[in-house]
């Protein structure tokens, strides 16, 4: 579904990112993880085309993602920052039907299909009861919800997640990342998430990409990649690895 061929991205000829190989699969959460200034947040907005490539092609759907036009490519990939939905005084319903705004043609409103995907969003991700409650009256974690169910109807095949839970509490990164992971079981999504914690990538995600100063360091599953050596190469720390009690995924204490 998107391949990343030997993308590299300089800002006032300081490389950002450089030769970074990547091909993802159809349905696969894939996790970005890495310390700060690793280029993370760079390779999601290359392939959301929001930047361009100095060398290298991003090929989503067998076509360059600068070749799609905004709208066309808006009707397949959704993206979604840190930052989320900001608190506008609109209404939890109008914010989320803008996610049907990529699939309607110039000056065409909105039909009876596009109300009822709000409405069954709506449901799944219990905002049903938030519908008429403006966005600036929701805390973060209900506002990143809200940005979820926005990309939701947009019904996208593939979401770009930048570091969705960094501001919210331990409930609500819970909640968001489950909400994805339903979502991408369910529908056959592709995700693409940059995160910085690391037991929450591994035990969300089916295969971690781990990065260094630009580079790719090594990609695989959590059994590859939450290891010490490993982390420690990268980090520059010294965590211990131990097993969750339930699912057996490696996690780490510091």
């Given at each position: 579904?998107?391949?990343?061929?030997?993308v590299?991205?300089?800002v006032?000829?300081?490389?950002?990112?450089q030769?970074?190989?990547l091909?993802?699969?159809k349905?696969?959460?894939?996790?970005?993880?890495?310390?700060?200034?690793?280029?993370?947040?760079?390779?999601?907005?290359?392939?959301?085309?929001l930047?361009k490539?100095?060398?290298?092609q991003i090929?989503f759907?067998?076509k360059?993602v600068?070749?799609?036009?905004v709208k066309k490519l808006?009707?397949h990939i959704a993206v979604?920052?840190?930052?989320?939905?900001?608190?506008?005084?609109?209404?939890?319903?109008?914010?989320?039907?803008?996610?049907r705004?990529p699939h309607l043609g110039f000056?065409?409103?909105?039909?009876?299909r596009d109300y009822?995907i709000?409405e069954?969003?709506?449901?799944i991700?219990?905002l049903?009861?938030?519908?008429?409650?403006?966005?600036?009256?929701?805390?973060?974690?209900e506002r990143?919800?809200?940005?979820?169910?926005k990309a939701?109807?947009?019904q996208?095949?593939?979401?770009l997640?930048?570091e969705?839970?960094?501001?919210?509490?331990i409930?609500h990164q819970l909640?968001?990342?489950?909400l994805?992971?339903?979502w991408?079981?369910r529908?056959?999504?592709?995700?693409?998430?940059v995160l910085?914690?690391?037991?929450?990538?591994a035990?969300?995600?089916?295969?971690?990409?781990?990065?260094?100063?630009?580079?790719?360091?090594?990609?695989?599953t959590?059994?590859?990649?939450?290891?010490k050596?490993?982390?420690?190469?990268?980090?520059?720390?010294n965590?211990e690895?131990?097993?969750h009690?339930k699912?057996?995924?490696p996690q780490i204490?510091?």
């Amino acid at each position: 579904m998107l391949d990343i061929q030997n993308v590299s991205k300089s800002v006032d000829g300081k490389p950002i990112v450089q030769d970074i190989q990547l091909s993802i699969q159809k349905g696969k959460c894939i996790g970005l993880i890495g310390p700060n200034g690793a280029g993370k947040s760079t390779v999601v907005k290359l392939i959301s085309a929001l930047e361009k490539p100095s060398a290298g092609q991003i090929q989503f759907m067998g076509k360059d993602v600068q070749d799609w036009s905004v709208k066309k490519l808006a009707q397949h990939i959704a993206v979604l920052t840190q930052e989320g939905l900001a608190p506008y005084p609109i209404t939890v319903y109008d914010a989320i039907l803008m996610g049907r705004y990529p699939h309607l043609g110039f000056f065409q409103r909105e039909s009876k299909r596009d109300y009822e995907i709000v409405e069954e969003v709506l449901k799944i991700t219990d905002l049903t009861e938030f519908r008429d409650q403006l966005l600036d009256t929701l805390s973060g974690g209900e506002r990143q919800r809200v940005a979820i169910a926005k990309a939701m109807v947009q019904q996208p095949e593939l979401l770009l997640l930048d570091e969705p839970t960094t501001y919210l509490d331990i409930g609500h990164q819970l909640n968001i990342l489950k909400l994805v992971q339903d979502w991408q079981k369910r529908d056959g999504l592709t995700v693409v998430m940059v995160l910085h914690d690391l037991n929450l990538a591994a035990q969300f995600c089916d295969e971690l990409v781990l990065m260094d100063h630009g580079r790719v360091v090594r990609v695989g599953t959590s059994e590859d990649i939450i290891a010490k050596e490993m982390l420690e190469s990268v980090y520059h720390a010294n965590p211990e690895i131990i097993r969750h009690p339930k699912t057996n995924i490696p996690q780490i204490l510091l």
